[in-house]
C-alpha cells in the first residue's frame, strides 16, 4: 500500500469535541469521522484494524468449535414479544413499522433470534452447539460519547451456546471464558474477568472481562492480595462483626427537631451504622420501602436484580408524604408507626440487629431501641449495599481498591429464559421434550479497538500492538525526490511485501518531519527510514514505535532484522 494513494486525513490539532483519548487519537490521526452523534465512518486505517480484530475473534471462536452464521439486523417484534423484551428494552430500542403496519426492531442483541434458528434442533445428540456472528447493532443511546466507546451503531461478535443441561452450559461457559482470556492477551488488552450483573439478559450468572482505565464507566471492585474482582453492581465485601446491646422491648419515640439527614442523627447518639436508612421507591408501580445501614449507600442495579423489577425510580417528596405521612428524614419502616402496610427489602447488613435507631413517620420525630426482625416486616432479605474502597474483601479480607473501568467482553449463563419463550425444544435420552439451555458471549469490536488505544497512546499518538496496527511496518524514504532514496526504499518496500510483511510506504512528496509525525500519530509498531545519509553508508534506520528506540542496519540485512522484529 502506497500512503500517497490512501486516504488518511491526519489533523495537526486535537479535535474540541473529543472527550477521551482514544476519541481524539482515532479523530486526529484519521481512523474515523463522526456523521452525528454516536454514528461513525471507519475510515481505511481503522477498517484494518477492525479486520485484524476480527479474526483474532473468529480464530479463537472456531478454536472452541463455534460455527459462524449471520442473522438479520432488523427483528420482527414477535419474537422479542415472545421473550418478554419488548417492552423491557424501553427507549434504548430502535422501533419502527414496515409498509403493511407491522412492528420491528433494529437489533440491539440476537437472543430471541438465535433462539429461533434452534428451533430446528430436535435431539440431544445434536448437542452441544456452538454459534457466533459478527453483526451491526443498534441501541438509542441517550447519552453517546467517548467516540466509539460509547456509540449507537456497533460492530458485536455475539456468540450462542445451546447445551441439554446445566453442566453443559458450565463447560460451554467455562470454553468462552478461557477464549476470552486468550482473545483479550492477544488484542494487548488487560482484562479483569468480574463478577457481573445480567441485568436485562437474565440468566444464572455472569461475567465481565474489564479494561482498567481512567475514561472506563464501569467502576470495578478488585483484590490486589487475591484476585477477587467484581463490578460495583455486583461486589461485596466482608463487615466487621457487630455485637448489639438487647434494647429496649419496643421502640421509643423521641423529638429530633430538624434532623433530616443521617449526620444530624448522629447528634442524639446514633452512628451511623446504628441507624436505620429508609428509601422509598415506586418498582414496577408499587412503592416499596428499600431499608440499609445508616452508612451504607444503595446500588439501584443490585435492587433491580434481587426484585426483577422492571421499571425502577426514587419516590417524590408527594408520594412519599402520601404514603409515609412524612418527608424524607423522618421515615422508617417500623410496623406499629407504619400508616398502611408496604413491600419492605432490607440489606444483609440489618439482619439481626437490635437497639437501632430510624424514622417515626412524623416530621421531625425518631426511634430508637428498634430490633429489626422483631419490628419491622422484612418481606425480602438481598445485598443491597455498594462496596467502599479499602473494605474488606470477602475472601481473603485484604482491603479492595476500587477503579475505573471499560467493559469489553460480556459472558452469560442464559438458562432456559429463551428456549422457553422461542419454543427451542430438544428430545431429551427418555425421548422428553426439554428447553434448550443457553449461554450469550458478547464482545464489542469497535469498543475494542477504542480499549486498545485507551491503554496503547503516547504523547505523539497511538501505539498499536502488532497484533491490531493496520500496518507493521512504515517504510518512509525521507527525500522522495531523490532517486536512489527512493529506489532504495521501494525496493525494501517490495521485499518486504514479498515475504508477507504488512507494509506501507510512505512516498509522498512531504517533508521527513511530516512522514514521521504521521507514522508516530497513526501508530504503526515500525519505521525503516531510507535517507541521503544514510544511503551514503549503505545503511537504513529501524524505529521501535513504542520505545523510540532505532538502530542502523545495513540496507541488505534490513529485510531480515524487520522480520525478526514483526514475528518476535
Known amino acids: 500500500m502506497r500512503w500517497s494513494q490512501m486516504f488518511v486525513p491526519t489533523l495537526r490539532d486535537d479535535p474540541a469535541e473529543a472527550d477521551a483519548p482514544s476519541h481524539r487519537l482515532l479523530l486526529r490521526a484519521g481512523y474515523v469521522r463522526q456523521l452525528t452523534a454516536g454514528h461513525y465512518s471507519l475510515l481505511p486505517l481503522a477498517v484494518r484494524v477492525r479486520a485484524k480484530i476480527i479474526e483474532i475473534v473468529r480464530d479463537e471462536m472456531n478454536a472452541i468449535g463455534a460455527q459462524e452464521m449471520l442473522l438479520p439486523a432488523l427483528h420482527p417484534a414477535e419474537p422479542w414479544r415472545r421473550s418478554g423484551r419488548w417492552e423491557l428494552m424501553g427507549q434504548e430500542m430502535f422501533r419502527l413499522r414496515d409498509r403493511r403496519g407491522a412492528d420491528h426492531a433494529l437489533g440491539m442483541t440476537h437472543e430471541e433470534i438465535f433462539a429461533t434458528v434452534a428451533r430446528e434442533l430436535n435431539s440431544y445428540k445434536q448437542l452441544p452447539q456452538q454459534w457466533y456472528q459478527f453483526q451491526t447493532k443498534f441501541r438509542d443511546e441517550p447519552r453517546p460519547k467517548g467516540g466509539l466507546m460509547r456509540t449507537r451503531e456497533f460492530t458485536m461478535k455475539d456468540a450462542y451456546s445451546f447445551d441439554v443441561d446445566r453442566p453443559g452450559l458450565d463447560a460451554s461457559f467455562e470454553a468462552y471464558h478461557g477464549a476470552y482470556t486468550r482473545i483479550f492477551a492477544r488484542l494487548g488488552l488487560p482484562a479483569l474477568a468480574c463478577e457481573a450483573s445480567s441485568g436485562t439478559m437474565g440468566g444464572s450468572g455472569s461475567t465481565e472481562f474489564m479494561c482498567p482505565a481512567d475514561v472506563g464507566e464501569d467502576l470495578v471492585v478488585h483484590c490486589p492480595a487475591c484476585g477477587y474482582a467484581a463490578n460495583i453492581e455486583r461486589a461485596t ?74 421499571e425502577i425510580r426514587a419516590a417524590g417528596p408527594a408520594e412519599i408524604q402520601e404514603a409515609m405521612g412524612a418527608l424524607p428524614g423522618s421515615l422508617g419502616a417500623v410496623d406499629a408507626f407504619l400508616p398502611a402496610p408496604l413491600p419492605v427489602i432490607a440489606d444483609e447488613a440489618l439482619r439481626g440487629r437490635r437497639d437501632m435507631f430510624t424514622g417515626a413517620n412524623t416530621d421531625d420525630v425518631h426511634l430508637r431501641g428498634v430490633d429489626v426482625e422483631r419490628d419491622i416486616g422484612v418481606g425480602k432479605w438481598a445485598d443491597l449495599r455498594e462496596v467502599g474502597a479499602g473494605q474488606s474483601c470477602v475472601r481473603c479480607g485484604e482491603a479492595l481498591e476500587i477503579q475505573r473501568a471499560i467493559e469489553i467482553g460480556h459472558i452469560f449463563k442464559l438458562g432456559d429464559r429463551y428456549a422457553r419463550a422461542l419454543g427451542a425444544e430438544v428430545l431429551d435420552p427418555d425421548g422428553k421434550r426439554i428447553p434448550l439451555i443457553m449461554g450469550s458471549y458478547g464482545i464489542g469490536v469497535e469498543r475494542a479497538m477504542a480499549a486498545i488505544i485507551e491503554t496503547h497512546n503516547d504523547d505523539r499518538g497511538i501505539v498499536w500492538p502488532l497484533s491490531v496496527a493496520p500496518f507493521q511496518v512504515c517504510v518512509v524514504a525521507a527525500q522522495s525526490d531523490d532517486g536512489d ?40 509498531p515500525y519505521r525503516v527510514t531510507v535517507g541521503r545519509r544514510g544511503l551514503a553508508e549503505g545503511m537504513a534506520e529501524v524505529t521501535a514505535r513504542a520505545t523510540g528506540d532505532t538502530e542502523k542496519v545495513p540496507l541488505d540485512e534490513v529485510v531480515a532484522r524487520v522480520r525478526s522484529l514483526v514475528n518476535a
Open 237 to 310: 465485601s466482608a463487615l466487621p462483626a457487630v455485637s448489639d446491646a438487647p434494647g429496649p422491648g419496643s421502640p421509643e419515640r423521641f423529638d429530633t427537631p430538624g434532623v433530616r439527614t443521617i449526620e444530624d442523627l448522629r447528634a442524639y447518639d446514633a452512628p451511623d451504622d446504628r441507624q436505620i436508612k429508609t428509601l422509598v421507591y415506586i418498582m414496577d408501580g408499587t412503592l416499596t420501602l428499600v431499608l440499609l445501614r445508616g452508612d451504607h449507600p444503595l446500588n439501584e442495579q443490585k435492587l433491580v436484580d434481587a426484585t426483577g423489577a422492571t
Open 485 to 524: 532514496v527512493a529506489k532504495a526504499a521501494e525496493d525494501i518496500y517490495t521485499s518486504l511485501r514479498g515475504t508477507g510483511v504488512d507494509v506501507v510506504i510512505d512516498d509522498r512528496s512531504e517533508r521527513a518531519g511530516v512522514k514521521f509525525r504521521d507514522a508516530e500519530l497513526t501508530g504503526i
